[in-house]
């Protein structure tokens, strides 16, 4: 669950919900909020200043991933990690930048600059370890009404354009579920499709999520597929929907739907009838 953004032009983080704030105070945030601006602009000018000396080429692409890990055991552990062009490049680990395994003597070279800069190193190491663990407990603290929420899913199946001759598409549809990580494959058996066709896990405005499952198969073979969904909110039971009972739920439908619309028709011209036959 994204709980936070950041507004680039006005240097401020956006708080997305009532309780995004945990249980820092204004003037913790508003010091964190300067020290975010501060580094983001300073991150920008230095990668210009030594782009050459390192050899970037431009454009680039660096992606930083920050934060902390809390476990059961009290156990807190910091991290930043940094890529380049999409390939992990270096991390801070002990108090120090180190190269990624897989990285050139680019990544070498930007840790032993970055190294000499003892102030952000201690800045870094206390992020990660002191801030980041204190608001992380006051964040799940202040939201675990909504951290801990659980919805359970609807789902059902549908046909959709038809890919081809003899073809279809089927569709599983999974709706309403909260939170976000889900499960949804079609199934022979207990066997999984390979050409089970994921779309985008998409929002709904009261903040739970839908999600739209596709296979391609030929006609003959879409008796016995079926579509299993998996979630938190099922208590670690499967939700299965069977090709084919579907149509026969419209079927059923159908069959009462019909004679009711018929008999309303009928009692309607019957009154109509009626109502004619009165007038003298």
């Known amino acids: 669950m994204q709980t936070h953004g950041w507004d680039s032009e006005s240097g401020t983080i956006i708080f997305l919900h009532s309780w995004s704030k945990g249980n820092f105070s204004n003037e913790e945030l508003i010091d964190l ?7 983001f602009i300073g991150l920008t000018r230095e990668t210009q200043e030594y782009a050459g000396q390192l050899h970037f080429k431009y454009p680039m692409e660096i992606q930083v991933a920050a934060g902390c890990e809390l476990h059961s055991s009290d156990i807190e552990k910091g991290f930043l990690r940094a890529a380049y062009q999409g390939s992990d490049f270096l991390s801070f680990q002990n108090m120090s930048w180190v190269p990624s395994l897989k990285s050139d003597s680019r990544a070498q070279s930007a840790c032993d600059l970055m190294n000499q800069y003892e102030a952000i190193r201690e800045t870094v190491h206390s992020l990660t370890t002191n801030t980041c663990p204190r608001f992380a407990l006051g964040l799940f603290d202040a ?125 309607l011209w019957f009154k109509k009838r009626c109502s004619y036959q009165d007038i003298p």
Do not use: N
Not at 34 to 39: A, D, N, Q, S, W
Not at 182 to 209: F, I, S
């Open 143 to 267: 939201g675990k009404v909504d951290l801990q929420k659980q919805v359970r899913p609807v789902a059902w199946l549908s046909s959709g354009p038809s890919p081809g001759p003899g073809r279809l598409l089927l569709v599983c549809h999974v709706s309403g579920f909260y939170p976000k990580p889900v499960w949804v494959m079609w199934m022979w058996g207990e066997q999984e499709q390979q050409g089970t066709r994921r779309g985008d896990v998409l929002p709904h405005a009261d903040g739970t999520w839908y999600l739209r499952v596709t296979l391609d198969v030929v006609a003959q073979e879409a008796a016995g597929l079926s579509c299993w969904v998996r979630h938190s909110s099922l208590g670690g039971r499967d939700m299965v929907l069977y090709w084919g009972h579907h149509l026969s739920m419209y079927l059923i439908l159908l069959a009462v739907t019909v004679p009711l619309i018929l008999l309303i028709v009928v009692a």
């Open 33 to 39: 909020e300067l020290l975010f601006r501060v580094y």
